[in-house]
């Protein structure tokens, strides 16, 4: 028999269990920052993220028992003395920013402690390494993915911090019959102060870092590395490079038909110092009070004018702007704020909303109010110029030579941008005296403020009343929650004319972005999270007494489309059991044509597959959210509609052999037109040839058809 003994354990279990929970600690810390997309730039920090995770991976595949590695101690200290030389080289030459620069030392520090760590000191750098990890993505991220991986850092940190204490205890010295008694109160202890040590980080990372320390980032950033973004005023002549941000701003959903290539406007800009475009009377304006929520911004006369008008809802995120993006001409705004500032150039603000969500309903028109002509003051104020180069009156009077109106000259000095020169987020590689002049003269090439401020500038040495017009672009349609996404990214700058008759009429002489790719799976993936964080706003943080009774009423009507009291009645008059009277012929020749029917749909499903994924393609086409994809089951659908008209493609045909060895007149020029468009979606991702595809469909399946 044997004897009473001290319990045995696994040797080694504690230990493996501390560094398991450590490793998780840096792996939701390390994707907290990779998912915040703040240091996925540049090349330097994409390489600094991929050594960091593959570091991680090596680990954490080390102490599972499926690889065995170990670092030689002399290595890690060549690589060390190597990056200290190599630090002052990226500071200087390749970050060109000390903060990015002291990231990636962090960075290093983090790979080779995660390499050669052994000792409890090393451990605890780790936690260390992993906390300050964290805090750096609480500053940088606001999505609802930070969430999941805090939670996730706060589950790894309990148990790090669970096993730390068990080592300790088992390092000692007395034996764990001896340490018993004690063992409750140091257990009551460690909870609360873990209790604690949470609730404090939560608060300070949800409550205070959001709000102040993005702000600090931003200011710690060099001129070179500015954000993309919305700004109440437009500068130039800064020196270096645009960072694209893909920070969502605000989400926007039609409540009709979705209507493409809508500008979200915030203000226009009116005066210009040669440097800067600003507006000081952008503060002035009417103060409006809603009724019951509702402010109406149009008179009665305005309402009148006919026009399509629509509806959409807008949720702001965080924003530190209280401007309004308005899309097409608002006629009535539906807000829960008590105030609404107007200013001069037809935008308005919400001074009073909380800066943590805010959202409003918008009725608009695509029809813009009558206007006759400006007041002579009004049109003195918009033809207002600094000194400037003389090459640049020369060039306006040069384009507009012969035009005999103002939209002419408007459209002359567009389309000249348009053709002559090139989109950059880089514009200036050094400091100008005229940022202007520069770029119509020497650069050539810029991003949306340089052209907007050429053709205004332009436009009033030909005596055409302008301003610039700030906002976002359209953003992304996301079919998964029908909102549209605009993210920082998107943020706009456009010109507004003056036309006498027409009022201000929008031009945008911008260029497409030349780098812009197709979407891809990360984009897709963007959206599955944009979606998660809608579902967040709307049914969790924005989940009150309205989307209560809305859900219920949902519910209510989806009730009645079923109709289960209907089929009921009629089972019970199939089985003869309704008032004691027999079966009725005509119900189960009914269920018998039902079961017919279900069959045949099963046998040929396939096809009917087919069949509803290009009616789904259709549809979306004619919405303006197809996709690639999408482009391909039109493209056979209008082939469909060919053979019906007796034109067959032979399948070693290409659509441009095709649709050029059609015949002359309206068929074979609808297929070629179709055709261009299909290639522009198809192979050249352009949003907007989904809308002209469209027609282009419309217009085929329009045609007669041809008698045999």
């Known amino acids: 028999m044997a004897g009473n003994g001290q319990p045995g354990r696994v040797a080694g279990a504690p230990e493996r269990f501390h560094e398991f929970a450590v490793l998780l600690m840096l792996a939701s810390a390390w994707s907290a920052l990779a998912g915040s997309g703040a240091f996925s730039h540049g090349a330097a920090d994409l390489i600094a993220l991929a050594a960091a995770g593959a570091a991680l991976l090596a680990r954490t595949l080390g102490a599972a028992g499926v690889a065995s590695f170990r670092l030689p101690a002399s290595w890690v200290t060549a690589a060390t003395a190597a990056y200290l030389l190599f630090y002052p080289a990226d500071y200087l030459w390749l970050s060109r920013d000390f903060l990015r620069a002291t990231l990636h030392l962090v960075f290093f520090v983090f790979i080779a402690k995660i390499l050669t760590a052994s000792t409890p000191r090393d451990f605890l750098v780790l936690k260390v390494i992993a906390f300050l990890a964290m805090l750096a993505a609480s500053i940088v991220s606001a999505s609802l993915t930070f969430l999941l991986f805090l939670c996730l850092f706060l589950a790894a940190s309990m148990a790090a911090l669970a096993s730390e204490e068990i080592l300790r205890a088992a390092r000692g010295r007395r034996l764990v019959a001896g340490a018993g008694g004690r063992l409750p109160a140091r257990l009551a202890r460690l909870t609360a102060l873990s209790t604690a040590a949470v609730l404090l980080m939560t608060a300070g990372l949800f409550f205070f870092l959001p709000r102040t320390a993005r702000a600090a980032f931003e200011h710690l950033l060099k001129p070179s590395q500015r954000s993309s973004g919305f700004a109440p005023e437009v500068l130039l002549g800064q020196v270096g490079e ?3 941000q893909s920070t969502a701003v605000f989400h926007a959903r039609f409540l009709d038909r979705r209507l493409p290539a809508l500008k979200w406007r915030a203000t226009a800009l009116s005066e210009f110092d040669g440097w ?4 000081t009377r952008a503060r002035e304006g009417r103060t409006l009070r809603p009724a019951d929520g509702l402010v109406k911004l149009l008179d009665d006369e305005q309402l009148r004018l006919p026009g399509r008008r629509f509806t959409y809802e807008v949720f702001l995120n965080n924003t530190s702007s209280d401007w309004l993006f308005i899309a097409g001409t608002p006629e009535y705004l539906r807000v829960s704020t008590p105030l609404v500032l107007e200013s001069a150039a037809t935008g308005y603000r919400a001074p009073l909303a909380s800066p943590e969500g805010f959202r409003y309903v918008v009725h608009a028109t ?3 109010p009558q206007s006759g002509t400006l007041p002579p003051d009004e049109r003195n104020f918009y033809l207002r110029l600094p000194v400037v180069d003389p090459r640049v009156i020369e060039l306006a009077r040069r384009i507009t030579s012969g035009a005999r109106s103002d939209v002419e000259r408007a459209r ?3 389309a000249y941008l348009l053709g002559n020169y090139q989109y950059s987020l880089r514009a200036l590689d050094r400091e100008v005296d005229d940022p202007l002049a520069w770029f119509l003269f020497e650069g050539r090439k810029g991003h949306c403020e340089y052209f907007a401020s050429a053709m205004a500038v332009l436009l009033r040495a030909v005596w ?5 017009a700030v906002g976002y672009r359209e953003g992304s349609y996301n079919s998964l929650t029908g909102w549209h996404v605009v993210r920082a990214s998107d943020a706009h700058s456009w010109v507004e004319a003056w036309i006498d008759g027409r009022g201000w009429v929008e031009f945008d002489p911008t260029p497409p972005d030349p780098e812009q790719r197709p979407a891809g799976l990360l984009d897709r993936l963007s959206f599955w999270s944009d979606a998660l964080s809608i579902f ?3 049914w969790v943080l924005g989940y009150d007494l309205d989307r209560q009774l809305s859900l219920a009423m949902q519910v209510e009507q989806s009730r009645r489309r079923l109709g289960w009291s209907q089929w009921s009645a009629f089972w019970r008059r199939l089985r003869g059991t309704a008032g004691g009277q ?4 005509l119900a189960w020749a009914a269920a018998a044509l039902l079961a017919l029917a279900c069959l045949a749909a099963w046998w040929r499903r396939q096809s009917l597959q087919r069949w509803w994924r290009m009616v789904a393609g259709c549809r979306k086409l004619r919405q303006g959210a197809a996709t690639p994809h999408d482009a391909a089951l039109v493209y056979e659908r209008m082939l469909a509609r060919l053979r019906a008209l007796g034109f067959e493609k032979t399948p070693w045909m290409t659509p441009a052999e095709f649709a050029a060895c059609l015949p002359e007149g309206e068929p074979g020029e609808s297929v070629r037109g179709f055709t261009a468009c299909y290639h522009q ?11 002209e595809l469209a027609r282009w469909m419309d217009r085929i399946e329009s045609l007669a058809r041809r008698r045999p």
Request: no cysteine.
């Open 536 to 538: 967040w706003q709307e």
């Open 366 to 368: 695509l029809a813009a």
């Open 412 to 414: 002359r000095i567009e």
């Open 681 to 691: 979606l198809r192979y050249g991702a352009k949003p907007g040839a989904a809308v």
């Open 242 to 244: 645009i960072r694209r």
């Open 582 to 585: 027999p079966p009725e012929p």
């Open 464 to 468: 055409v009343p302008s301003r610039i």
């Open 276 to 279: 800067r475009w600003y507006s």
